[in-house]
């Protein structure tokens, strides 16, 4: 009796396994059959997610910057600052950003993205460095430059299942090898950390918001 | 380097703490504060210069800006003081003035869409439109401006009210303000419910939420409450005004039940379960008992009753312990521990320089018949007896140098052993201990050749301990030899490192008067409470059936009749001649001069007397 008890066992286990596993949606390469494949607005979804992500830990990030160093009450000194970025063209309102075109919006995204690859890492290796960060904050900033590279790879995945699905034309051009975008002020000297991380914090914002418009005119939902 | 770093560290700090106890309520700086802010509650005669009070944008696509004109009453007029801004783009914009001053606020100017940028960062400047002074900067992005309307359609519903009547849950639902744009994604709030009682100061706060509804647990029924909520954009810092309070009262419902059933239910319950469970152990107590403290198993021969081995008599003990099979045969063979006197019958005529004792325990010469039993120190011979001979193992030798035959009876079972004369050796058996030999062949004459024969009446019926005998002749002796049912009682005493001559062969008549049992050929010899002599060593043969057995000492008879004396004899004490003196109540007590080769230690009076007169008249040279 004991025996038969332990293969029933034994089977229900096995099918509890398979189960689970059934229960997972891989993702399939080029559509094997069986797979549930994820759908545009499925990868839209989880970019969206990733970078709002990106934008909240950025955000915390500029705010313990501003909790260590004072902030002055010369705002002008401080606003104004010129990011590496700022050569970049990007929508700067809703309106502005739905009238773009698909494509170049798509490409003012990965612009963006991989404008902030190199820049980061280098923050978080000065951040390490000094002893005025915790390592709380230059954790942070590791984190942002690991979150970068993989949003900017999703982007790159969403931008090719758009072209596969015809929404966009090929037209988006040489993402791999873009020029990267020392970060220089106006006078030549680098950024400091904190300027860096001003920046990055608004090019974060900018990311997220572009890609929300995107994913709105590309899968058409309730309220787009 | 690091003290400097340090000791800027400490101003900063100490610059912080001072800040935050000046101005408690500050906030992002770039959201509200303009360059220059004073408080209202400033004294009057302070003057207080033009200056802006705000800027906020509601749903990211446009913002405001407020001044006041302070204590410049003259420049309160419309006109007076114009606001102008710049963007701080590439390149560089010129000053602009206000796109639009709003008609119906005052000090207001709207930035609409078009002027609105996102993302950039804006100076405004209020400046007086005469003289060319500007009062007041302020400097900010957008997005961090931004203060969300407050969610409308605040409703709430009631989730359940617990058992008591007390405290009921309510279930919160809202819209999210019209003027923001969540849909296309422009915008992603966060929304915070916060609600008190009515008349309390205090606002308790829940969680962030970016759904558009939130539930509210223990609240209390006879109160009111007031719930209120707001929003803000995720990742940013800035919450808008407040929505519209919205009232939740609960009238306290009566509880139906009552507590006093129930209570009296569920005692009555435990006791009846307990009642039950005393009934329940008492009535299988015993089995309780066994189940919980299992009795100890003691040590369990199988098929053996322990009973009768405590009071059974000697003889159904024999039989039950030989048909046990306990007793193999080979490892009776390859026991060290026993040994065996080896017994050379070839060398029976001719005197060797060795002493009787060295050729019975076999020490100096090999084995007469290339015996390999290099563990035998016994008298032990393998080949001795070809024919039916008492075998009986001492080491007191002989007159004739007869070897130790350790070799029981006659090969065949027959019960008359052989033609020898029967020698009974009798001694008074010394203790009641004596009495059950029931282990013990008594040898009843002593071959010329060596032999010994056990007394007939003990070739009873054992034959498993024929085996025993075939492994004591050794390997080279005939079968018939092995028929032997006497059992070899050997006993090989020593002392320590040598030899004792003491030999005492207790032998046990089957037709002895005290011994009842004539059918076991072996009588055990029980042990005495407490008593091993202690020079004796530890070389016994063991029959089968008795590897518990105690010594027993085989007993040379005697070439002459002796008159019946007693079976043992107790050795008393040892004179200076090394002589043995028995006890005196035995009828005779020949003073037989040991060996002088033997060493006789003193022996304790042991009541169990191993020696007999006999044996005693051997050891003598």
């Not at chain 1, 059959?33 to 839209?44: E, N, Q």
Request: hydrophobic share 35%.
């Amino acid at each position: 009796f004991s025996r038969s008890l332990q293969t029933v066992l034994f089977v229900a286990l096995l099918c509890l396994d398979l189960r689970t596993h059934v229960g997972s949606a891989p993702i399939c390469p080029h559509g094997h059959t069986g797979c549930h494949i994820l759908s545009l607005a499925d990868l839209f979804d989880r970019v969206i997610q990733h970078s709002a992500r990106l934008h909240g830990l950025s955000s915390d990030l500029h705010s313990e910057f501003e909790h260590f160093f004072l902030p002055s009450k010369n705002h002008i000194g401080r606003v104004y600052r010129k990011c590496h970025t700022s050569s970049i063209l990007t929508p700067n309102g809703k309106e502005n950003a739905q009238k773009l075109a698909r494509e170049e919006l798509t490409e003012v995204i990965l612009k963006l993205l991989t404008a902030w690859r190199d820049p980061l890492s280098q923050l978080h290796q000065s951040m390490a460095h000094q002893q005025d960060f915790n390592s709380f904050s230059s954790n942070k900033a590791l984190e942002l430059s690991d979150m970068v590279h993989e949003l900017r790879k999703g982007v790159e995945k969403v931008t090719e299942k758009m072209q596969l699905l015809g929404m966009i034309s090929n037209s988006v051009n040489g993402l791999s090898s873009s020029e990267a975008l020392l970060p220089a002020s106006e006078s030549g000297e680098a950024m400091s950390d904190y300027e860096l991380v001003y920046c990055f914090r608004r090019d974060s914002d900018k990311v997220q918001n572009y890609l929300k418009i995107l994913k709105c005119r590309i899968v058409p939902e309730h309220g787009c | 380097m690091e003290l400097r770093t340090s000791l800027s560290l400490l101003c900063v700090l100490l610059c912080m703490l001072g800040n935050q106890a000046i101005t408690p309520h500050r906030d992002r700086p770039e959201d509200y504060t303009p360059a220059t802010h004073t408080p209202e509650d400033y004294t009057p005669d302070t003057p207080v210069l033009p200056h802006f009070t705000g800027c906020r944008s509601r749903e990211q696509e446009t913002f405001r800006c407020w001044w006041s004109a302070g204590t410049f009453s003259n420049l309160s007029e419309p006109g007076a003081l114009v606001v102008f801004f710049q963007m701080k783009n590439t390149p560089l914009s010129d000053w602009q003035e206000c796109p639009e001053y709003t008609a119906t606020v005052e000090n207001e100017c709207y930035f609409s869409k078009t002027f609105t940028h996102i993302w950039t960062s804006y100076c405004v400047q209020l400046r007086a439109t005469a003289q060319n002074i500007t009062y007041d900067e302020f400097c900010f992005t957008v997005e961090n401006i931004v203060h969300p309307d407050p969610p409308v359609g605040l409703n709430w519903t009631l989730l359940n009210v617990s058992r008591s009547g007390l405290n009921f849950d309510i279930l919160v639902r809202w819209a999210p303000p019209p003027s923001a744009d969540v849909h296309t994604g422009w915008m992603s709030l966060k929304y915070e419910v916060q609600y008190r009682q009515r008349n309390a100061s205090h606002w308790d706060k829940l969680d962030l939420e970016s759904g558009t509804q939130q539930s509210i647990y223990g609240l209390q029924t006879d109160k009111e409450y007031e719930v209120r909520i707001h929003c803000k954009m995720s990742a940013f810092h800035n919450f808008g005004e407040f929505s519209d309070s919205i009232f939740v009262h609960v009238a306290p419902i009566p509880s139906k039940e009552s507590v006093f059933p129930t209570m009296v239910l569920l005692v009555s319950g435990v006791v009846g379960l307990l009642i039950l469970l005393m009934l329940v152990i008492f009535s299988q107590q015993q089995r309780l008992m066994v189940i919980l403290l299992p009795p100890v198993p003691a040590p369990k021969i199988k098929g053996i009753d322990p009973e009768l081995l405590k009071k059974g008599k000697m003889d159904q003990l024999n039989s039950l312990l030989s048909s046990q099979h306990m007793y193999n045969q080979d490892t009776y063979r390859e026991d060290p521990w026993v040994e065996f006197i080896q017994l050379d019958l070839d060398d029976a005529g001719e005197k060797s320089g060795s002493s009787d004792t060295q050729r019975l325990l076999g020490f100096t010469r090999p084995g007469p018949k290339g015996d390999d039993d290099s563990g035998r120190a016994s008298c032990y011979d393998p080949d001795l007896l070809p024919d039916a001979e008492g075998l009986l193992a001492a080491h007191c030798e002989m007159e004739e140098h007869h070897p130790l035959v350790s070799e029981s009876g006659p090969s065949t079972p027959s019960p008359e052993a052989t033609d020898a004369p029967f020698l009974p050796f009798r001694t008074q058996p010394v203790g009641q201990s004596w009495i059950n030999m029931d282990f013990y062949a008594q040898v009843s004459d002593v071959t010329p050749a060596g032999g010994v024969v056990l007394s007939p009446g003990q070739q009873s019926e054992t034959p498993g301990m024929n085996p025993d005998e075939k492994k004591k002749k050794g390997e080279d002796a005939g079968d018939e030899e092995v028929e032997k049912e006497k059992k070899l009682q050997l006993l090989v005493v020593g002392s320590d490192g040598g030899y004792s001559p003491e030999v005492v062969a207790r032998q046990v008549e089957s037709s002895a008067p005290y011994s009842p049992a004539p059918e076991n050929a072996y009588h055990a010899l029980p042990p005495e409470p407490g008593e091993e002599p202690q020079t004796w060593s530890v070389g016994y043969l063991v029959p089968d059936g008795e590897a518990q057995a105690p010594y027993f000492l085989p007993e040379a008879p005697p070439a002459s009749v002796l008159p019946p004396v007693s079976d043992y004899t107790v050795v008393q004490e040892v004179d200076g001649q090394h002589s043995l003196l028995l006890n005196p109540s035995a009828p005779q007590s020949p003073a037989c001069p040991p060996n002088p080769t033997k060493h006789l230690p003193s022996m304790p009076a042991v009541p169990m007397g191993y020696l007999t007169p006999e044996l005693l008249e051997n050891l003598s040279p």
